[in-house]
C-alpha cells in the first residue's frame, strides 16, 4: 500500500470536524475514482474503507490514545525492521495534534500500510512474472487491525504476526547487527604481508563471528581459520587466504550490505504466504536448485543460470511439460549474432554442431546451397535448429513452464561447467545439474526414464512429451541470502547489480 498524506483534499472538504459522512463520502470516490486515488498515490484505498466501515466510519484515534502511542513507538523505530518511518508519515503524525479529520485518515492510513509491509510485505520489484496470480493474502489487515485496537497493543500484535521463519529471523539479527555497529568498523581493509599485521580484518573477522573477541592475535593459524570461515559466509572459496574476492567481501559497504538485506526480509514477507506442499525453487545469485515436497526438501543441486547480459528472470509459475530429446530451435539473436559469423567463416559450421536450417514452412534446407555472405541481421529467413540427442546444447530433456521470456530449465552437454563457482553463464535459460532425477520426481516412472536414457545416443532421435500432472509450481527468486547446511547465513553476489 503506498503512502501519501491526503492534506490538500481533506482540507478542502474538512480540516476540524469529524463527521461521518466525509469520511464516508472522501473513502467512497477514493474507491470509485481510480484517477482521483492515483493523484493521492493511494493503491488500495479500498483496504481504508474496509476498516472504517466497521466502525460504522465513525472517528476512532481520539477514543484510542493508547494504541495510537503505542503505534507511533513502533514507527519510531521502523528502521530497525528494514523499513522507512517516514514512508508512514512519521514526521506529521508524531508532531500533529490529532484532532482532525486530516490527522485520523493519515493515522489509519499508515498504520495499515505499515502493519501490511511488516507483516506480508510488498512485491518484490525484481520479479518479473507472475504466472500463478500469488498474491501474499495470508491475513485480512483491516479485519485484524479493528480487531485489535480494545484488546491490544500495536506493538504486541506486530510481535503476533511477525514471519517465525529461521531465514527471517537470522536476517534480520544480521541486519540490526550491521545497523547499530559503528561505521568505522566498514573502513577499508588492505593487503598486508601476514593476517596478524592485519587489525581492521581481525575486527572484521569477529564482528562477522568469525573469530574469538581477543585484545590481541598473535597465531596465524588461527586467523587462517577465521578467514576460511568468513569466506564461508560469503559463498567463497574457503582457502583462508587474502585474495581480491575475499578483500572486495570484506569491503562490501554498510549501506549495501543494508540494503541488500531489507530487501531479503521484504522479500522473504512477500513469500510468507507460499504455502505449496510440493514445489521447485531456483536462487539466483547462489545458482541452486531445491526440490520441496511435503515442505520438506527432497533434492537439490546446482545451476547456470542467465549472465549479466542475458540475465534469468525472477518469476513465479508451473511446470507443466517434460520433453525428452527436444530440439533447440535457436533464438533468432543467437542465430543471427553469434552462429551467422562462424557460418559465414566455414559453413560446416552447421554440421560440425548438427545444426539444421529451415526455411519458413519447417522444411530443412541444404545448407551448401545458400548464398551465406549476402545474409546479416536484416536479411536473415532462416531458423536454425539443433538436432535431438546427446550432443545437443538442451541435453537429453527440457522442462517448460509458462513465461514471456522464452525461458526453461533443462540439460546441458556440457557437464563441466557445474563445478566452477561463478556459474552466471547462459543466455537466460536455467541448466540442471540434475536434470534425469528430477524427471523421475516429476513423472514418477524411474523405469521409463532409465529407459529413455539409455536411448540418447541412437540416430535420428525425435520429441517425446510428457504432461507434468499436476502442474509444479516453479519459484525463481533473486535473494542475497540463504542458510547453509549447519544453519548460518550465507550472502550472495549481486549478480546483476540489482540493488545499490
Known amino acids: 500500500m503506498k503512502k501519501v498524506y491526503l492534506s490538500i483534499v481533506l482540507i478542502l472538504i474538512s480540516a476540524t470536524t469529524f463527521a461521518q459522512e466525509n469520511i464516508e463520502s472522501l473513502l467512497k470516490q477514493l474507491c470509485e475514482d481510480p484517477v482521483f486515488a492515483k493523484q493521492l498515490n493511494i493503491t488500495e484505498p479500498t483496504q481504508v474503507q474496509a476498516f472504517y466501515a466497521k466502525n460504522q466510519f465513525r ?142 580484518l581481525q575486527q572484521k573477522l569477529v564482528f562477522w563471528q568469525c573469530l574469538e573477541p581477543l585484545t590481541i592475535y598473535d597465531s596465524e593459524i588461527i586467523l587462517v581459520e577465521g578467514l576460511k570461515k568468513f569466506q564461508e559466509k560469503f559463498n567463497l572459496e574457503a582457502d583462508g587466504k587474502l585474495g581480491n574476492n575475499a578483500l572486495k567481501a570484506l569491503n562490501t559497504n554498510k549501506f549495501q550490505l543494508l540494503n541488500q538485506l531489507k530487501y531479503d526480509l521484504n522479500y522473504i514477507r512477500f513469500l510468507s504466504a507460499w504455502n505449496y506442499p510440493t514445489y521447485i525453487w ?60 562462424q557460418i559465414q567463416k566455414d559453413v560446416n559450421y552447421l554440421s560440425n554442431n548438427s545444426i539444421q536450417v529451415l526455411d519458413q514452412k519447417w522444411n530443412v534446407i541444404d545448407e551448401t546451397t545458400l548464398p551465406w555472405s549476402s545474409f546479416n541481421a536484416k536479411n536473415f529467413p532462416y531458423k536454425l535448429r539443433q538436432v535431438a540427442g546427446c550432443d545437443n546444447s538442451l541435453g537429453i530433456v527440457k522442462f517448460d513452464f509458462d513465461n514471456p521470456f522464452t525461458v526453461y530449465l533443462h540439460d546441458t552437454n556440457a557437464k563441466k561447467l557445474f563445478q566452477k563457482s561463478n556459474r552466471w553463464l547462459s543466455h537466460g535459460c536455467i541448466r540442471l545439474e540434475k536434470p534425469t532425477e528430477l524427471a523421475e520426481k516429476l513423472l514418477g516412472n524411474p523405469s521409463l526414464i532409465q529407459k529413455l536414457v539409455a536411448q540418447q545416443h541412437e540416430p535420428d532421435l525425435k520429441p517425446i512429451y510428457f504432461q507434468v500432472q499436476p502442474n509444479v509450481p516453479l519459484l525463481i527468486t533473486y535473494l542475497f541470502s540463504g542458510i547453509n547446511e549447519k544453519g548460518d547465513l550465507v550472502f550472495y553476489s549481486d549478480v546483476y547489480q540489482k540493488v545499490r
Request: charged share 15%.
Open 59 to 200: 472517528p476512532i484515534w481520539l477514543n484510542a490514545p493508547a494504541f495510537q502511542k503505542a503505534f507511533l513507538q513502533e514507527l519510531s523505530i521502523a528502521e530497525q525492521y528494514g523499513l522507512n518511518s517516514q514512508d508512514y508519515h512519521y514526521d506529521y503524525l508524531s508532531k500533529t495534534i490529532p484532532n482532525s479529520l486530516e490527522y485520523e485518515l493519515v493515522c489509519t492510513h499508515a498504520m495499515l500500510s505499515y502493519f501490511s509491509d511488516f507483516t506480508c510485505g510488498i512485491k518484490p520489484k525484481t520479479l518479473a512474472f507472475n504466472g500463478i496470480e500469488y498474491h501474499n493474502l495470508r491475513i485480512d489487515v483491516p479485519q485484524i487491525l479493528f480487531q485489535s485496537i480494545k484488546h491490544s497493543s500495536f506493538s504486541k500484535l506486530l510481535k503476533q504476526y511477525e514471519i517465525q521463519s529461521p531465514h527471517y529471523k537470522i536476517i534480520l539479527a544480521t541486519y540490526q547487527r550491521i545497523l547499530n555497529a559503528p561505521d568505522s568498523l566498514f573502513s577499508s581493509t588492505s593487503f598486508t604481508k601476514t593476517l596478524v599485521d592485519n587489525k581492521n
Open 282 to 341: 531456483v536462487n539466483i545469485p547462489s545458482a541452486e536448485f531445491s526440490m520441496f515436497e511435503a515442505q520438506e526438501k527432497t533434492m537439490s543441486m546446482r545451476v547456470i543460470v542467465g549472465n549479466s547480459k542475458t540475465p534469468t528472470p525472477s518469476l513465479m509459475s508451473t511446470i507443466k511439460q517434460c520433453i525428452f530429446f527436444p530440439y533447440w530451435f535457436v533464438p533468432s539473436s543467437i542465430a543471427i549474432k553469434e552462429m551467422l559469423p
